[in-house]
């Protein structure tokens, strides 16, 4: 799902692709998509010809016009919104044989990969979050800014935030606005929405705005009150940890050795996850006390980390795309050791997600 992206592109033996000349493709990108971090993405994979690269949230198709542009390679684009893979076919008959838009779930990546049967993967980019597409389509119901209905679905499955709106209890409501949205009003915002449901459904975005905002007493400069609100709800409608989570696992498992994975994340609980992942699978993750029981050997590190520090939009970019500055992209290269064995209720799915049946 994406917003826009920085850049450095490959070696002086690789084709350099602007962040223009990406979103400029006539029938790639829309004009107005600037795909954020986009140079930096490059750098991290590398592209080269004759290999095989998943962009793992098409989107509009901006990470994917790049690595085209940059090396004769192949391109696998998954997404799960039918948008976004209906829009995609443009891209897709501009480069024939070059381009495979697949619609489905990142966190499928393995199944879909290998249901495809492309061979080894040299590199996996995923852009978090929701895409400018989506959030910009009030119909959709993502955007606090314009009224639509309360769905915030990326793909056509599955409850909709107003199903969790109106049947989630008072302290189930709380707990996933305090910790998918990080609101300190989370009790307060779940209350004021519990008490305007009994006067009738809450199934518009403006509606749940403006309550939200009514139940916060204090306002950060240059933050919408609802923000963290429509966060936490859109993040349990589409599971979006859980997915970033098997995501993670199944790059792991799909790269070749000396494969790339590069993850822009827009908000601290997915940078955490993905830190927190490539960390631990690089062997860098931090030491345990030394009056603990000794922990059980780890396997070899599957991922060597290629810079220990996040890389972050540039003021420069930051200026052009507003939507980049929360940005922050990780890069990790994929060792010759096995994939790391699955551990058990790892990568799940949230509680709070709308298609789980559990809240």
């Known amino acids: 799902m994406k917003r826009g992206r920085p850049t450095p592109t490959g070696d002086s033996r690789r084709r350099r692709v602007s962040a223009g000349a990406a979103a400029a493709s006539p029938t790639g990108p ?211 940890l859980g997915e970033l989570d098997r995501g993670l696992a199944g790059a792991e498992r799909v790269l070749m050795p000396g494969g790339r994975l590069a993850v822009v994340a827009f908000h601290s609980l997915e940078d955490a996850r993905v830190k927190s992942f490539l960390r631990e699978r690089s062997g860098a993750a931090a030491a345990t006390s030394r009056h603990a029981p000794p922990a059980p050997a780890a396997p070899a590190p599957s991922f060597r980390l290629l810079s220990r520090r996040a890389v972050r939009p540039s003021a420069d970019e930051i200026l052009r795309n507003p939507r980049a500055r929360s940005a922050r992209l990780r890069g990790a290269e994929r060792t010759a050791a096995p994939p790391w064995p699955a551990i058990a209720g790892a990568g799940g799915t949230s509680r709070h997600a709308a298609g789980a049946g559990a809240r």
């Open 30 to 240: 829309s004009p107005d998509h600037v795909p954020v971090l986009i140079d930096a993405v490059l750098a991290v994979l590398m592209p080269r010809d004759g290999v095989v690269y998943v962009d793992g949230t098409f989107g509009a198709g901006g990470y994917s016009a790049a690595l085209l542009a940059a090396a004769r390679c192949r391109v696998v684009g998954i997404d799960r919104d039918p948008v976004s893979v209906r829009r995609g076919a443009a891209l897709a008959a501009e480069h024939p044989g070059r381009l495979t838009i697949i619609e489905g779930r990142f966190g499928d990546i393995e199944r879909l990969i290998g249901a495809a049967n492309l061979g080894p993967v040299a590199g996996v980019a995923l852009d978090l979050g929701v895409s400018s597409m989506q959030l910009d389509n009030a119909e959709r119901g993502f955007s606090f800014r314009s009224d639509g209905p309360l769905d915030m679905r990326m793909g056509a499955e599955g409850a909709d935030a107003a199903d969790l709106v109106a049947r989630l209890p008072e302290d189930e409501l709380a707990e996933l606005i305090g910790s998918l949205g990080e609101e300190r009003f989370a009790r307060r915002v779940a209350r004021a929405i519990v008490v305007a449901r009994q006067q009738g459904p809450i199934r518009r975005t403006g509606e749940l705005a403006q309550i939200v905002r009514a139940a916060i007493p204090t306002r950060e400069p240059g933050l919408d009150p609802a923000t963290r609100t429509f966060q936490a709800l859109r993040i349990a409608v589409n599971d979006e």
